[in-house]
């Protein structure tokens, strides 16, 4: 069984349209994370929920909008997608206080 | 913390020799140090942690050493083999939520 699994694991999509990517953990973990990596690696966090609720907003254009639903599920929901979103897109999740089990990724391409 | 500063970015070493990559961070309220490991194409993996109250922490090839006067802490990796090739991260937590600061990454090379 797959701790933290992502759907899908690759996404192609055109200049301006709407996609999601889901999370789901199987960990327990109370908090959930997303984080982008660009083409330099950087990992950088955007999001971060704590028992279905919002505790981390990053400056992320509000295109960018998280949902979840339950504790065990964090989704990504990205409108107008524009050339510059194109990345790397993690879901991770912990217990508070502790490292990250991250998801296998989501590799978006935006052409 | 609000910036975490790794050193170096890219790092080629011989087969069974040492590695060490370090960081700084600055907010000493700092208080949890993990570093992860990112194969080509793969998620990055927690390899190591360290809590603040702690100097030093080994598993088996592998240690990570924390010094909080100076605000930095390293990676030592000893006899290094080709698998050890990856991108490898530091973070450090100050968040309440859990929110970690991550370094720029070192892109670790081992050569046969």
């Known amino acids: 069984d797959t701790a933290v699994s992502q759907t899908p694991k690759y996404l192609v999509t055109q200049m301006g349209n709407d996609k999601s990517i889901k999370c789901e953990q199987n960990l327990g973990h109370d908090t959930m994370y997303w984080y982008k990596q660009d083409s330099k690696k950087f990992l950088k966090i955007m999001f971060s929920?704590?028992?279905?609720?919002?505790?981390i907003n990053e400056t992320v254009p509000n295109r960018f909008s998280p949902k979840s639903p339950d504790k065990a599920h964090l989704n990504l929901h990205i409108n107008s997608l524009e050339l510059g979103d194109s990345a790397v897109y993690f879901c991770?999740?912990?217990?508070?206080?502790?490292?990250?089990?991250f998801g296998s990724g989501t590799r978006l391409t935006v052409v | 913390g609000e910036n975490v500063e790794q050193h170096p970015s890219t790092l080629s070493v011989q087969e069974g020799d040492s590695a060490v990559i370090k960081c700084t961070y600055s907010?000493?309220?700092?208080?949890?140090f993990p570093w992860y490991k990112q194969e080509l194409g793969k998620r990055p993996q927690l390899i190591i942690d360290i809590r603040s109250n702690v100097g030093e922490k080994k598993d088996q090839r592998i240690a990570v050493t924390l010094n909080k006067t100076a605000k930095h802490f390293s990676l030592h990796i000893t006899e290094t083999q080709p698998e050890d090739s990856a991108v490898y991260f530091c973070?450090?937590?100050?968040?309440?939520?859990?929110?970690?600061?991550f370094g720029a990454g070192t892109q670790v090379v081992v050569t046969p």
């Open positions: 991770a999740s912990s217990p508070v206080n502790y490292g990250y089990t």
């Open positions: 973070a450090d937590l100050t968040d309440s939520w859990g929110k970690l600061q």
């Open positions: 907010d000493s309220a700092s208080n949890y």
């Open positions: 929920y704590n028992n279905k609720e919002l505790i």
